[in-house]
């Protein structure tokens, strides 16, 4: 039995549709994403486990048990917020106590609770300043000491990164995972950051217009992408409008207008004649001059037609025959030298056979 | 040499009109302070240090024979602080500014967290309700309360009834402290409502969802999160209505008794009755002094508690 079950919620507001019969069972211990562009119900979910919202239709159960007619301060379940809501007018200790006092635990324990968990956010000399002399990234780790420091079943965290800067946000995800490690509680994460569900969780759910769209790890969720969407939305993808000529069980060959044919690698009742689109990532094109990459299965020429330089890799946008324009991701790992290929320049375009995928309509 | 100073001509030029504007926009109301506020005070001390005049008014600094001319004096000091009568006075008014201002409070509290929690649209209608009372004359409205409260009104009789139906003695409800304190209430009620309202609508509502995701009740959301967080508020409502109850002299005026006399009527009566205008000096100062030892003391309660962003 899962730890928290989530079976055909439903929540409506009004005549949108939210959350759209959706379930899910989270593990115990876990590091579970919810992860979605915003209106996809992603919040409305979170809300619900929190008790601030209730299903239309649907339950959800924690360790086997019916929430619905628990409220929302006697679950045990705590959440870290998106704006911290840390209280003002407590300190840190006080406002990491809160949920001790709540729990009407003894003076001592309460001390003893609080001093541990600031010892494992390394606040311990903040601990009697008040919240705006914090900055954010010490404001985010108060939060997230005072959701776990009554130790509560589960943990919401609704996009905790989001206020942080760029350079902070990598440092407190690593923080995160330790964190979420150490103390071994349920976490259930919700971001609309990719980059972020995929370092963080253990699994993820990619969810659209309110409906579970896939869940899966996160290697396989950016590597077999079931859907256009999750495909599109997970990572950067090249996406090639085909349709199938042959299914055989060793391969799929795909004709792409314009083109020509693309041996790709086979999928179960892909039909002859089934249309979708032909999709690979950056990383898995090739890119060479005239005459190389002839061994490849699939290659085709092309002309470059942008470059952006990232830093630690270039990016090749490159033109084909049909018009369509294919990213190469080459990484720039001899130092100086980045600009392989300028604008303009003819170039070859290669993948292997088993390389990308091809996704139904 | 030229081009060497750190503060280029059109900088220069940009402090200059930036002082200026400073000037040009605060000056008035600094003189306006200065003209009516401060210079009428420090008369007002001076004044408490001299003798009366034969008719009103101060003894003149200037005598034909020297031998009866009154100069400097501490007599009126002396004279407050030898009759308990002002004493008493103070203590009475300070209590009724007390009574009112928690009154008030308790009123204005649930009334102004109402607007807070409203939707946003009807906040506004509700704040201009509060504030609808001044748009008619503040002495018509405390007349209103002589019938309200008269013996022949509709409220009398209900009280009188329930008492008789007790056995016990009818009450005569004007004229008493009874009417001034309901009048004192109701005249400054939104003063109270007002900042209360503009501090709770300012609260984070996720303060009180994170309070509740924590374990707190309805009742521990209140008293851990609201109600501290409204401090603030609590002090500047409580100021603005426990500092002009405490001078106030109309209300008791008209509807108080003969012996319920406040400091705002006695202070009155120095003036325009007894014309003894350096007593009436001293009671003021008295008056000011009392007010401020009171907002120190808070001040310092309200420190205790610990102070924040």
Redesign the interface.
């Known amino acids: 039995m899962a730890q928290l079950e989530i079976r055909n919620v439903t929540r409506r507001f009004g005549d949108f549709v939210a959350v759209d019969n959706v379930s899910l069972s989270i593990e115990a211990g876990e590091f579970f994403t919810l992860l979605g562009p915003s209106g996809c119900g992603k919040t409305t979910i979170l809300r619900m486990i929190?008790?601030?919202d209730l299903p239309d239709a649907g339950q959800i159960l924690l360790d086997g048990k019916d929430l619905a007619d628990t409220?929302?301060?006697?679950r045990p379940?705590?959440?870290v917020?998106q704006?911290y809501?840390?209280?003002?007018?407590m300190?840190v200790a006080q406002n990491i106590a809160?949920?001790l006092r709540?729990?009407r635990r003894p003076a001592a324990e309460i001390a003893g609770m609080t001093r541990q968990i600031l010892e494992q956010v390394h606040l311990t000399d903040k601990a009697d300043a008040?919240?705006?002399e914090l900055s954010g990234g010490q404001k985010q780790r108060v939060a997230l000491a005072?959701?776990l420091v009554?130790r509560p079943r589960l943990l919401l965290l609704d996009e905790p990164l989001g206020a942080l800067d760029a350079k902070l946000r990598e440092e407190m995800q690593i923080d995160l995972i330790n964190l979420q490690r150490d103390v071994g509680i349920t976490f259930v994460f919700v971001t609309h950051a990719q980059v972020e569900a995929l370092a963080l969780s253990h699994r993820i759910a990619v969810m659209d217009q309110g409906r579970v769209a896939q869940v899966d790890e996160p290697a396989r969720l950016y590597g077999y992408p079931k859907t256009r969407f999750v495909a599109d939305f997970i990572g950067h993808i090249n996406q090639l409008e085909a349709q199938v000529v042959e299914s055989t069980h060793g391969h799929l060959r795909l004709a792409v207008a314009g083109l020509g044919e693309i041996i790709a690698p086979p999928l179960k009742d892909a039909a002859v004649g089934t249309k979708g689109v032909f999709a690979i990532r950056p990383e898995q094109v090739r890119i060479g001059v005239h005459g190389e990459l002839d061994e490849l299965k699939n290659h085709f020429a092309g002309v470059v037609h942008n470059l952006l330089y990232r830093g630690e890799v270039s990016i090749y946008q490159v033109e084909l025959a049909n018009g369509a324009v294919v990213e190469a991701l080459l990484p720039n790992s001899a130092p100086g030298k980045a600009e392989l290929f300028m604008a303009c320049d003819e170039v070859k375009l290669g993948w292997r056979h088993d390389a990308g995928m091809f996704l139904r309509d | 040499m030229p081009g060497c100073s750190c503060v280029t001509e059109p900088a220069r030029k940009l402090v200059t009109a930036a002082r200026l504007t400073k000037w040009v926009v605060s000056g008035p109301p600094f003189l306006f302070l200065l003209l009516f506020f401060v210079i009428p005070g420090i008369i007002m001390v001076l004044a408490s240090f001299r003798y009366p005049g034969e008719f009103g008014g101060l003894a003149p600094l200037t005598a034909a024979d020297p031998a009866t001319l009154q100069g400097v004096t501490l007599e009126t000091y002396r004279f407050f602080f030898s009759d308990p009568i002002y004493g008493q006075v103070f203590v009475k008014s300070i209590f009724m500014a007390l009574a009112t201002t928690l009154i008030c409070l308790t009123m204005a509290y649930p009334l102004a967290l109402l607007i807070a929690r409203s939707p946003k649209k009807s906040r506004d209608l509700m704040v201009l309700l509060v504030i609808l009372p001044f748009a008619s004359n503040f002495l018509i409205r405390v007349y209103a309360w002589m019938i309200v409260l008269g013996p022949q009104s509709a409220l009398s009789r209900l009280v009188n009834g329930l008492l008789h139906g007790l056995g016990m003695e009818p009450v005569h409800l004007l004229f008493s402290p009874f009417a001034v304190l309901v009048a004192m209430v109701y005249v400054h009620l939104p003063f109270m409502v007002l900042p209360l309202y503009t501090n709770l609508e300012k609260h984070d509502p996720s303060l009180l969802d994170a309070a509740q995701d924590l374990g707190a009740s309805a009742w521990q959301r209140f008293w851990r999160v609201t109600f501290p967080l409204s401090l603030p508020g609590i002090f500047s409502g409580s100021a603005l209505v426990f500092i002009p109850v405490l001078g106030m002299f109309a209300v008791p005026d008209i509807l108080g008794g003969t012996g319920d006399m406040l400091i705002g009527n006695l202070i009155k009566e120095q003036f325009l009755g007894t014309r003894d205008w350096p007593f009436g000096s001293t009671l003021s100062i008295m008056l000011t002094i009392a007010v401020l030892l009171i907002a120190w003391l808070a001040a310092r309660l309200a420190g205790r508690r610990g102070s924040y962003g």
């Open positions: 929190a008790g601030f409220p929302a301060e006697k379940v705590h959440t917020f704006s809501a840390l209280f003002p007018h300190t809160f949920p709540m729990a008040y919240p705006h005072r959701g009554n």
